[in-house]
C-alpha cells in the first residue's frame, strides 16, 4: 500500500477531539478518499484504475476522507455490498473543486442563506456537504464531527477517471486491523496517519464550518 499508516493510540493524542475537521492524508498533490464496494465494481476499480463497468454514473457517489468514518460506515468491510474497501488517491486541485461547489445536504438557519435560497442551490449544484458524528475503532460516536462529500452529474464523471492518481484495494488491511478491535487490542492497531486538512481560501473554511486546527 501506498499509505503512510501509523499507531492508531498515538494519533488520538495529537488528534482534535471536537470541532468541524476534514481528517485526511493529504499532500500537496493529492489526498485520499475511502468508498466501499461490492466486489464487481470494486474489484473492476483496482485493476483497471477508474471506474466503470457496474458503477453507475447517474447515481449520486459519496467519498469519505476519513478512514474510521468509513469503517464506522462500512462496518470494517463486513457489511453486504461493501465488502471491497478502496483508497482513493486523488488530485488535490479536484477535492478544492468539490468542496468549492459544495451546498449542505440538509438546511440550518445557521447557513446564513433563506430556506428558499438553499433549496435553490440544491437543485444548481452537484456537490452535497455533510457533516456527521466522527466514531472511535467501536463505533462509539464521538463530539468531533467528520465529513462526507456526494457528487453527480459532471462531477461524479470526472471524479470516475480524470480525477484519481491512483486506486488501492484495501480490503485485507481492513480485515488484518479489524482482527485487533474485535479482540479490543487496539495498542496493535494501524490507521492512516491523519491530520486536519484545511483549504488556503479563508472564505471557503468558513463557508464549511471547518474548525482550526487547535480546537
Known sequence: MKIELKKYDEQIVEWPKSGYHIMAQYDEEEIIVYQSYRKEIGEFAAKNQYFGGAFSLDRMTWIKPNFLWMMYRNGWGTKEGQEVVLAIHLKISAFNKYLENAVYSSYSPSLEMSQEEWKESVKTSSVRLQWD?????????????????????????????????????????VKEQYEFVQNKELEKLMVPAEKPFLFKDEELNKKLKISGNNE
Do not use: T, W
Open 133 to 173: 458524528p466522527d466514531h472511535d475503532p467501536y463505533g462509539n460516536k464521538l463530539e468531533r464531527r467528520a465529513i462526507q462529500i456526494g457528487l453527480r452529474e459532471d462531477f461524479i464523471k470526472s471524479f470516475a477517471k480524470e480525477d484519481i492518481v491512483l486506486i488501492e484495494d484495501i480490503s485485507e488491511f
